[in-house]
């Protein structure tokens, strides 16, 4: 159980053990008569599977059901408790080490300043050390581990677990996996920030049991996840979900990426710092220049988003236009994916709330199609601060079949 199995018997075991697993969390107490109609698997085989996960500690009897005619069935649950994962979310600025339990319930947590500019080896080990103490701390012994999940902003070749490049932490070619595996003992997993995010706000947040929904993380970068059919989609080579170097202002300024006027380089937190520093350099009236002491230099996303709380009309007006930019980029994406749902988290939305979210709905509405328009819902990220290091956590228990890869029960039998 605790890596990939790789021969097909087993792959195919463990597939159907991650899906008996989904519908007793999903619909437990359940007998096992009724799991073997819901998974469509033969008695035999969902019997055995259910004899297995109890042995392992994942499932446990609770209580006697009613009786369909014959004798009376035993029922069975979900224990989320049995085992755990630690996820670690690293950013420029700092980094998050959670050990979560198999429902996403924090046991322990770690954060700790980051200074971006330090190498992969030296990453590496600091990454290990706080996934060590979160592991310390929440008193989990190492064998009741499921692996650990990384989540990096980063375009990352997932198979090799390599960090092709990471522009903020100014890495390139940074075998981030195999550095871990030197120092960490379990199953290791690599993933862009972004996908943590969407998986986290997917199985444990805002989208829980929406099927079709795009997850934005929008802060020092913009980047997005979608999910389609319940399915998590990644493209040919794993990257797809870039939404922030899509073109939304063709005469914009230039993009990192080498282009013009793409989303993130109107939106993320240096966009809006640099049009803050811009507009007072001009003269705007605005509480930001005395909050950062005349040094305009220093302005950051965060002293727009803390004067536009305090009604500064200045700091408002950026916000607006953010807000307006997003709608812009997310209007396409509606009128192409046609989601139930957008989810608009990172730490940009985190810190300005409302003040972002009505200026982008207000774009969404007026620039998308009636029908997808009528249909989307938008909704801030739910899990905080901590979300992308539980969406690693979570990343790490899809790996070794702890949580179905579809998180919904993939079937419309009733129970
Ligand atoms: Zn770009």
Redesign the pocket.
């Known amino acids: 159980m605790r890596k990939i199995a790789t021969g097909d018997m087993q792959l195919v075991r463990q597939i159907n053990r991650a899906a008996i697993l989904q519908i007793i969390r999903e619909k437990g107490p359940i007998s096992r008569v009724m799991l073997a109609r819901l998974s469509k698997l033969t008695s035999a085989t969902a019997f055995s599977i259910v004899e297995e996960l109890t042995g392992m500690g994942l499932v446990k009897e609770s209580g006697i059901g009613a009786s369909a005619g014959g004798r009376k069935p035993m029922l069975f649950e979900f224990n989320p408790s049995a085992f755990a994962a630690v996820g670690v979310d690293l950013r420029a600025n700092r980094l998050i080490a959670t050990v979560t339990d198999l429902e996403a319930q924090p046991l322990a947590k770690i954060v700790h300043p980051y200074h971006g500019q330090v190498d992969g080896p030296e990453g590496a080990r600091l990454i290990s050390q706080a996934a060590q103490e979160a592991i310390h701390i929440s008193g989990m012994p190492l064998d009741k581990l499921v692996g650990l999940g990384v989540s990096v902003p980063a375009l990352i070749d997932s198979n090799s677990g390599l960090v092709v490049q990471a522009v903020n932490l100014s890495w390139e070619q940074v075998p981030l996996r195999e550095l871990l595996r030197e120092q960490l003992d379990i199953p290791i997993h690599i993933i862009d920030v972004s996908i943590a995010l969407t998986v986290a706000e997917t199985y444990f947040g805002s989208g829980r049991g929406v099927q079709n929904l795009i997850c934005l993380n929008v802060g020092e970068g913009v980047g997005s996840g979608i999910v389609i059919g319940g399915q998590l989609y990644l493209g040919a080579d794993g990257v797809a979900g870039?939404i922030?170097?899509?073109?939304v202002d063709e005469d914009g300024p230039r993009?990192?990426?080498?282009?013009?006027g793409?989303?993130?380089?109107l939106v993320a937190n240096p966009a809006i710092a640099e049009r803050a520093i811009k507009g007072l350099k001009q003269g705007a009236i605005s509480s930001i220049r005395d909050s950062v002491g005349g040094k305009l230099e220093e302005v950051g996303a965060q002293d727009v988003v803390k004067a536009a709380k305090l009604a500064d009309g200045f700091a408002q007006s950026i916000l607006i236009e953010t807000g307006r930019y997003l709608g812009v980029g997310i209007a396409n994406v509606v009128n192409f994916l046609n989601p139930e749902m957008v989810i608009v988290g990172g730490s940009l939305p985190q810190m300005a709330g409302e003040l972002l979210l009505e200026p982008l709905r207000e774009a969404v509405q007026y620039r998308s199609l009636t029908i997808p328009a009528r249909r989307v819902r938008i909704l801030p990220a739910d899990l905080g601060i901590e979300a992308s290091s539980i969406g690693a956590a979570a990343w790490a228990m899809i790996q070794a079949g702890f949580l179905a890869e579809q998180p919904w029960v993939p079937t419309e039998a009733k129970v």
Not at 244 to 247: A, E, P
Not at 255 to 260: I, L, V
Request: aromatic share 6%; net charge neutral; glycine share 14%.
């Open positions: 870039e922030g170097h899509t073109t993009c990192r990426c080498g282009n013009y793409c989303l993130e380089r």
